[in-house]
C-alpha cells in the first residue's frame, strides 16, 4: 500500500504484493510470480486441473493473476477469483506483445503477462467472461448452430452433386428439403444422396428440439427476451444470444457502445487526411454479430416491416456506391443492437415508427 500526494491530497493506492503471469496449456500450465519490484521469485509448471490450481493459488491469495484469454479460461478465472486473487484475463489478438513475440514460449508468455499486470492492467486489454450460468445455457444455442452448419453442409453436397450432371434439384426452405427433393434425385445418385437426405431430415428433428427447448428456457429463465422480441425479425434465438453474450445490460452506460463492443463499426486507420474506409472491426462475439446481421437481411427483405430500421437501412442502400446494400445491412445490424440494449436497459415497448413520427 503507497501514499501518493496528487493536488495536495493524499491517495491511497493498492498494490498487489503478487504478479502472477499464467499461461495455460491444455494439460500443463507454466506460472511466474513477480514480486512489487518486477523481481522474478518463482517459477514452475502447473498441471491444468482445479485440484493443482486450487493448491498453487490457494498460497498466493490477494494476487493480481493476468492470462489468456482460451478454452479454459473461463472456469480458471471463475476459480482463482474464488480463491481471493485479482484476475486479468488478456486479450492476446490487441497485444502484439504477445501475438508476435519473437521469442514465444510458455516462460516468455507468463513473464510477459506478469509485467504488463504490474505496469499497467489496460495494457492487456482485459475481457469480462460470462457467468458460468449463461456459458451452459448460450452452449445450448451454439449447439443448435452446429446442427444447422451441419445441416447446411449436406445440403450442399447433394445439391452440387446432382448439378454435377445436368440436373438441378427445385429451391425449398432447409427444413423441408429432404422431403421434396426425395423424389427428384437421379436413380443413378439416390444411392449415393439417399442417406444423406435421411441425416439432413434426422438433423432438422434435433433443430426443431432445440428450438422447442430455447423458447421453454426463454419464457422460463430470461423473460427479458420477450421485450426484445417486440422486434419483428428478432426471435428467441437472437433475443437469448443478446442477453447471455452481454448478460448485464448496466455493463454500457450508453446503448452505443454496443455496436463497437460486438465489432459492428469499421476500423479505422487515419493518418493525416487520409481517412481510408475499412472493413468493420469484427471484435467481440461473431456468433452474435452473425444472428443480428440475419435479422438485419430479414427486416431489409421482402418480408421486412415498414418501420424506422427499414427505412434507415434502405436510405444507406440507395446512396449508390460501392457494396452499398452489403453496408446498408451492417448498418442496420449495428442500429438493431443498440436498440435492443435501449429496450432491454430501459424497459419501453418497441415502437417501430417513432423517428418518423417525431420527425413528422
Not at 506460472?31 to 498441471?47: I, W
Not at 454435377?164 to 423441408?176: I, V
Not at 437426405?197 to 428433428?205: F, I, K, P, S
Not at 430500421?309 to 460501392?322: C, M, P, Q, S
Request: one cysteine or more; proline letters at 5%.
Amino acid at each position: 500500500m503507497k501514499n501518493v500526494t496528487n493536488s495536495g491530497h493524499e491517495v491511497t493506492v493498492v498494490v498487489p504484493v503478487w504478479m502472477i503471469g499464467l499461461d495455460l496449456g491444455d494439460k500443463i500450465s507454466r506460472v511466474l510470480v513477480m514480486d512489487a519490484n518486477g523481481k522474478t521469485v518463482h517459477e514452475q509448471s502447473v498441471r491444468t486441473t482445479s485440484s493443482a490450481l486450487q493448491g498453487f493459488f490457494g498460497r498466493h491469495p490477494g494476487a493480481r493473476v493476468a492470462l489468456e484469454v482460451g478454452t479454459h479460461s473461463p472456469w480458471i478465472s471463475r476459480l482463482l477469483e474464488s480463491l481471493g486473487c485479482e484476475v486479468i484475463v488478456a486479450n492476446a489478438r490487441k497485444v502484439r506483445l504477445i501475438s508476435h513475440n519473437e521469442r514465444k514460449n510458455d516462460r516468455m508468455d507468463a513473464e510477459l503477462l506478469a509485467r504488463l499486470a504490474r505496469v499497467d492492467p489496460a495494457l492487456l486489454y482485459p475481457i469480462r467472461h460470462r457467468g458460468a450460468t449463461a456459458q451452459a445455457d448460450l452452449a445450448l444455442l451454439r449447439a443448435r448452430d452446429a446442427l444447422v452448419r451441419s445441416r447446411t453442409r449436406l445440403i450442399n453436397h447433394v445439391r452440387g452433386a446432382v448439378k454435377s450432371l445436368g440436373e438441378r434439384l427445385p429451391g425449398c426452405s432447409a427444413p423441408a428439403f429432404a422431403r421434396k427433393v426425395g423424389e427428384r434425385l437421379p436413380k443413378t445418385l439416390r444411392p449415393a444422396l439417399e442417406p444423406l437426405l435421411a441425416e439432413v431430415a434426422r438433423l432438422t428433428a434435433l433443430i426443431r428440439a432445440y428450438d422447442r427447448r430455447i423458447e421453454a428456457l426463454c419464457a422460463q429463465s430470461y423473460p427479458e427476451t420477450a421485450r426484445l422480441r417486440q422486434v419483428r425479425g428478432v426471435g428467441p434465438l437472437t433475443a437469448l444470444a443478446f442477453v447471455l453474450t452481454l448478460e448485464d445490460p448496466g455493463r454500457f452506460p450508453r446503448s452505443r457502445k454496443v455496436g463497437p463492443y460486438l465489432g459492428l463499426v469499421s476500423r479505422r486507420h487515419d493518418s493525416a487526411d487520409s481517412r481510408p474506409q475499412l472493413r468493420i472491426s469484427k471484435a467481440g462475439d461473431a456468433f452474435l454479430r452473425r444472428l443480428l446481421v440475419s435479422c438485419a437481411q430479414y427486416i431489409l427483405g421482402p418480408f421486412g416491416m415498414a418501420c424506422d430500421l427499414r427505412l434507415y437501412g434502405e436510405a444507406i442502400a440507395r446512396n449508390g456506391g460501392k457494396n452499398a446494400k452489403k453496408r446498408a445491412v451492417v448498418a442496420v445490424a449495428r442500429k438493431l443492437a443498440v436498440l435492443l440494449h435501449a429496450l432491454w436497459r430501459s424497459g419501453a415497448d418497441y415502437e417501430p415508427d417513432r423517428a418518423s413520427a417525431m420527425a413528422a
